[in-house]
């Protein structure tokens, strides 16, 4: 059992203020599973007060307590149901493009990804190939472990600002710019390399505060419509959301070809899209925000397959 | 340069049927959209399409402003001799893109 599944009390509280607005679907929620959603939770917490009324409180209270402990324990906040990945929800036909590498557009980026690696740049006059192998092999299971502290700053970095990271400390070279197809083909490059193997960031050591940034960001809500992340992503997976099902919020198929974008796009420009569609603040592409972010995202889709490049819609 | 994508058998029988699959990377903007300042962005499509197996050609396309992005295309075509493939994507620019693949029959 690891600490950082139990939902900060503080945040469970916070969000369970929203539950009366949310009331008609975490009933029909509840009849499915003992879940874990704050909501439901201080629905509990409601009804135990009118139906122990008569009970001395300090025992109601410890009665709450033990119930919320087991649940707690039971049930990690992120692991309500079984994570979907949206190639799942993708039609039959987009499913076969996506797993068609000979149609898949997003392998475009792919191809040039390792044209790029073979390509010297910079002062020190060199390419990826020349430290990590010409054929990218050293790369195999590396991006699982993404995104990941930087053992010299003690920052955390994705796959794209790592790549950025050693253009600037060792080629010499310029950093790309973030959503440039030049950083996309090499991110999607890379991550190609650990397509099939299962996601494993750690969330533990110095990335723990990064975590808890990432965890809080999920679970707060934010915008115009007042929602939290994982109002859709956990609440409300494969329920209709206009023309689309709302997805598990999978990072593993990024950089995805999405065919709302016609090319290929890093997870935080995704992130941006959703945050505009909730009318909040935008991060910037490659913010403390959005990083802290996918490190949730990707601890939490611990086990999950990386599929990049993924087609999405 | 833009980036192609060619999936096809190396070699094949003779009278086999070989499936053929292509990708090219163009943005095949449609002349209809208007940019964050409301300025028309010029159409910019591949208008043409045209595969050659040693030097008959086997498949060819028109494409207008309706076709997506990265235009993907499959056909397939009978084994006949050894030779090359050259498939050919020209678009309204003038700009030709051109990408060979040599097909071995046994």
């Given at each position: ?207 723990a505060p990064y975590f ?102 | ?100 693949r040599r097909l071995v029959?046994?």
């Amino acid at each position: 059992m690891r600490d950082w599944m139990i939902v900060p009390k503080r945040l469970f509280r916070r969000l369970g203020q929203g539950a009366a607005a949310t009331q008609h679907f975490q009933r029909s929620q509840e009849l499915g599973r003992a879940s874990l959603d704050p909501a439901n939770g201080s629905d509990q917490e409601a009804s135990g007060r009118t139906l122990h009324a008569n009970r001395p409180q300090s025992r109601v209270r410890a009665r709450r307590f033990a119930a919320a402990v087991i649940v707690v324990l039971a049930t990690p906040a992120y692991a309500q149901q079984p994570l979907i990945s949206a190639r799942d929800q993708l039609s039959p036909d987009l499913r076969a493009m996506q797993e068609d590498d000979g149609r898949n557009p997003g392998m475009l980026w792919v191809e040039r990804g390792a044209a790029l690696w073979k390509s010297k740049d910079g002062r020190a006059g060199k390419a990826c190939a020349d430290c990590h192998g010409a054929e990218g092999a050293a790369m195999k299971g590396v991006a699982a472990r993404y995104p990941a502290i930087d053992a010299k700053t003690g920052g955390l970095l994705n796959v794209e600002l790592r790549i950025n990271a050693c253009r600037t400390e060792h080629m010499g070279a310029a950093a790309l710019a973030y959503e440039s197809d030049e950083l996309l083909s090499l991110a999607a490059f890379v991550v190609y390399q650990s397509r099939g193997l299962p996601q494993s960031t750690r969330a533990d050591g110095a990335a723990a505060p990064y975590f808890a940034q990432g965890q809080a960001l999920y679970l707060e809500r934010q915008g115009q419509l007042n929602i939290a992340c994982t109002q859709c992503h956990d609440q409300n997976v494969g329920k209709r959301l206009r023309g689309d099902r709302i997805s598990s919020g999978l990072p593993t198929g990024y950089p995805a070809y999405r065919l709302d974008w016609q090319k290929l796009g890093s997870l935080h420009r995704r992130l941006r899209a959703c945050q505009l569609g909730v009318r909040a603040h935008q991060f910037e592409l490659g913010s403390p925000e959005y990083l802290a972010l996918e490190l949730y995202l990707a601890v939490r889709a611990s086990g999950a397959s990386i599929e990049t490049p993924g087609v999405r819609r | 340069m833009s980036q192609t994508r060619i999936v096809m058998p190396a070699s094949a029988k003779k009278g086999e049927i070989v499936e053929i699959k292509s990708l090219v990377q163009h943005p095949m903007e449609t002349g209809h959209r208007r940019d964050n300042m409301g300025r028309a962005i010029p159409r910019h499509i591949i208008t043409g399409y045209q595969v050659t197996y040693a030097g008959e050609e086997v498949f060819r396309a028109e494409l207008f402003p309706g076709v997506a992005a990265n235009p993907y295309f499959s056909f397939t075509t009978v084994a006949t001799a050894t030779g090359e493939i050259v498939f050919r994507w020209e678009d309204d620019k003038g700009a030709v893109i051109t990408e060979t693949r040599r097909l071995v029959v046994t």
